[in-house]
């Protein structure tokens, strides 16, 4: 019917079927189709009904809706569609102007009777017309969105024209955009995006130099600024952790294993709510250098903050922004200078936190420690929530007693007692002289410390359960060597026991002292003070008088009563104890603790100041290598008391070779390290008699 030659020598031929037929051989495919058909003859009866009749008007009307919507056929068509009168030949027309696929194309030629072909039309166009529906309203919206777009520019340039004709500086719209490109890339919490879409509206429409635009500046940034989505990749690997533990610390094999099963439980569950880490231990442990080398196995950032003297609620949750000069507080300051949202952070002296009119920074805390809180901290600066719950948070303190007990309730204490002298050896060898060394700038050519060098560093200029004074006087000797060098003096300095008084003057503490002559009335006690374990002399001597009890040396209530309770026993037990039943009439009892300057308090000493009474009153000899602790009972029985461990220690170190503990505190004897297991021997006492025995002559 038509010929039209297109471009690449292909001609576009336009053919008009007479009838339909079904093919019934295929005689030849090249070079063209050639076959035998059957011509097929259509219903035509069907055309007359009703049903027939609603079918074409149905199809005429939404043919025509078809050409109304769509954007590249004619509308006059429908008036060649109208005039027929045939409803397969209707049916045929329609499906010829529609973009149908092959296949439906061929469901449609297949179709015999009219009245089906025209149903499967009908489908079809129902279809397109409600795709061409969807299509008018997606081109709608686009116009829509770009006719706004189109206005917003134009309103922004006569804006821009506005300010530059009032001198005003074009940067706060640039900061503004690059504020909300930040501002959506860091894909926030609705909450927080509306509140920070609200101040940079409200910073929109202020001049520059308004004192309240810098806040408001400050507060935004402080906002874009932090970590919301940075976290470090902590893939805790046990054998690796283990490897940095062993490196950083000497020792300490009872903590180190307690925080291995801590970071295994870690990796296991990966979001962390476990208890908080409390380290409690003497100055100079390194506490603080096991929460590094914690951060380090972990393989994230460290964060610090120390809570000595800090009285201000505000330090911890920050100031009000109605205030002048108000900041965050020093945990979301900490948490921005890592860069990170899930850092190991440390909140250092725990123990020395106090309170005042300005609030309690250990309630303050609470918030901050406890896991069901902290996914929604709220920083008074802020005031918008974020999310601590991916912090591993690490706490120090000397001692529990000052921590408050809500606090102490969402920690879990590991205790880190003293060093023996053997670790304190090992740890001057390995950690703190090539430390001073680098520090100081000498090399093993130009100094070396011998091992009784550093024996005499400890016993004899230190005294200390750490090693912080340890290195202070290592870290002397370097600068007395390093000024030699510089002077020009030659050879190498040699350190030893011999020369170490040249260097730092005269020994400072003796350890010989209970190596001494057995003394009447003169005991050895064990304390435990907030720096360690130390010794205890307590002295008595029996005056003639009318029966008064004095008590010096700073003793607190609790160490008074026990000493009431002592005199109480010994009256009780003065036949058996061969002593003069009219003792408390006839005599005065002084009982003195020597270093009368340093407070004392606690029921430990008990049974040392009982034996110290009793040897005065019969006048026999109290060993000098022996010490004990235990609080004592009116029947005479020795109770358990704590810090064991810190007070066989402090025993060690002063040369003492039996140590009488109570009865009950035999599992304390399990965390002692082996050399003082072998140096030291340990007594089991239940009752005053078995103090008696072992101690007095």
């Not at 020597?594 to 005065?616: F, H, N, Q, R």
């Not at 020795?638 to 003492?656: D, Q, S, W």
Request: aromatic share 4%; with cysteine.
């Amino acid at each position: 019917k038509q010929m039209l030659k297109l471009p690449g020598d292909t001609i576009r031929v336009l053919v008009d079927g007479q009838h339909r037929a079904r093919m019934i051989t295929l005689v030849q495919d090249t070079p063209y189709f050639l076959c035998d058909v059957e011509e097929i003859t259509e219903d035509l009866s069907a055309e007359k009904t009703p049903d027939v009749i609603a079918l074409m008007r149905t199809a005429v009307n939404m043919f025509a809706e078809y050409l109304n919507r769509h954007p590249r056929l004619s509308s006059e068509v429908i008036s060649g569609v109208e005039a027929v009168e045939d409803a397969g030949r209707l049916a045929d027309i329609i499906a010829s102007n529609m973009e149908l696929k092959v296949e439906e194309s061929q469901q449609v030629l297949e179709a015999v009777d009219p009245a089906a072909r025209i149903r499967i039309v009908l489908e079809y166009l129902t279809r397109e017309i409600e795709i061409l529906r969807l299509e008018d309203k997606i081109s709608t919206k686009v116009k829509t969105q770009m006719s706004k777009s189109q206005r917003e520019y134009y309103l922004r340039e006569q804006l821009r024209a506005i300010q530059e004709e009032l001198g005003q500086d074009e940067s706060v719209d640039s900061e503004i955009e690059n504020w909300m490109k930040r501002l959506g890339e860091l894909k926030l919490s609705e909450q927080v995006t509306q509140k920070v879409e609200k101040e940079i509206g409200r910073l929109s429409k202020m001049a520059p130099n308004m004192p309240e635009a810098s806040v408001i500046r400050s507060y935004v940034e402080w906002i874009l600024d932090l970590p919301w989505n940075e976290s470090s990749k902590s893939d805790i690997d046990i054998k690796a952790a283990h490897t940095i533990l062993e490196e950083d610390h000497y020792g300490l094999d009872k903590v180190k294993e307690r925080i291995l099963e801590y970071l295994a439980v870690l990796s296991l569950v990966k979001v962390q709510k476990g208890p908080i880490l409390c380290l409690v231990g003497p100055p100079g442990v390194g506490k603080t250098s096991i929460a590094r080398s914690i951060a380090r196995a972990m393989d994230r950032k460290f964060a610090h903050m120390s809570l000595g003297g800090v009285r201000d609620e505000a330090e911890i949750r920050g100031h009000r922004r109605t205030y002048i000069g108000a900041i965050p507080g020093r945990v979301m300051s900490a948490i921005k200078e890592c860069g990170t949202n899930n850092p190991v952070f440390l909140f250092d002296e725990v123990d020395k936190i106090g309170a005042d009119f300005r609030g309690d920074p250990a309630s303050a805390l609470l918030e901050v420690l406890d896991p069901e809180q902290n996914k929604e901290f709220m920083d008074h600066y802020l005031e918008i929530p974020f999310d601590l719950s991916g912090v591993m948070f690490i706490t120090t303190a000397n001692t529990v007693d000052t921590i408050p007990r809500p606090l102490l309730d969402r920690m879990e204490v590991i205790t880190i007692s003293g060093y023996t002298e053997e670790e304190k050896t090992q740890i001057a060898k390995k950690y703190l002289i090539p430390k001073q060394l680098k520090a100081h700038g000498l090399t093993g050519k130009q100094i070396s410390f011998s091992g009784g060098a550093i024996h005499g560093l400890i016993n004899h200029y230190t005294r200390e359960s750490g090693v912080r004074n340890l290195e202070k006087e290592i870290a002397n000797v370097c600068r007395k060597v390093a000024r030699r060098v510089v002077e020009g003096e030659e050879g190498k300095n040699s350190i030893t026991a011999r020369t170490l008084e040249s260097y730092l003057g005269k020994k400072k503490y003796r350890y010989d002292r209970m190596k001494g002559a057995d003394e009447v009335g003169v005991t050895t006690g064990l304390a435990w003070t907030a720096v360690g374990g130390d010794t205890l002399s307590i002295e008595t001597a029996i005056l003639p008088g009318t029966g008064q009890l004095a008590l010096t040396g700073q003793l607190g209530d609790v160490m008074q009563e026990s000493a009431k309770a002592a005199i109480s026993y010994i009256r009780s037990k003065s036949r058996s104890l061969k002593i003069d039943a009219n003792f408390y009439k006839e005599k005065d009892i002084h009982i003195h603790v020597p270093e009368g300057a340093t407070p004392k308090d606690g029921p430990s000493a008990g049974v040392t100041m009982c034996l110290s009474v009793i040897s005065a009153l019969t006048g026999r000899r109290v060993r000098k290598e022996v010490a004990m602790t235990g609080e004592i009972t009116l029947r005479g029985k020795i109770l358990p008391v704590g810090g064991i461990k810190e007070k066989v220690l402090a025993a060690h170190r002063a040369g003492i070779k039996k140590v009488l503990i109570p009865d009950e505190n035999v599992q304390d004897l399990e965390e002692l390290p082996e050399i003082v297991k072998k140096e030291v021997e340990f007594v089991l006492i239940k009752k005053v008699d078995d103090a008696i025995r072992e101690a007095l002559l």
